[in-house]
């Protein structure tokens, strides 16, 4: 269903980025959500080619307005009604793998410690 003005928490509940309405109107309240840069309202009304800012889960998502929808529709119907700019995560970095000693084989030697120090990076 199409409108011509859409309520935010209304409209990030339709496009599914909230599961519910009253999640997305408690990130309206926290101030999660800013539309054209201020924060929102869950009553501030939305107009096509605004851009919406949502932090979820500690991340941005970044859409633009293309159609306002009033009730939850479909996942393919409702991705017609946004373009999301947000940036790709950044790529994770793996940390290198810990040294393991055998289970058993006792406490180490001296040596070995000092090369276990090394490998942590706490050598003198």
Do not use: N
Request: charged share 35%.
């Amino acid at each position: 269903m199409e409108a011509t003005s859409a309520r935010v928490d209304s409209w990030l509940w339709a496009i599914r980025v909230y599961k519910t309405r009253s999640a997305a109107t408690t990130a309206c309240r926290a101030g999660h959500v800013r539309v054209g840069g201020e924060r929102a309202k869950a009553a501030q009304t939305l107009r096509v080619g605004d851009e919406v800012r949502v932090r979820i889960a500690g991340f941005d998502r970044t859409f633009i307005v293309r159609r306002l929808l009033v009730k939850r529709v479909g996942a393919p119907e409702a991705a017609t009604a946004y373009d999301e700019t947000t940036p790709p995560p950044p790529p994770r970095v793996e940390r290198p793998a810990t040294p393991m000693r055998d289970r058993g084989a006792g406490r180490p030697t001296k040596r070995e410690r000092r090369e276990i120090e090394r490998l942590r990076g706490r050598s003198d």
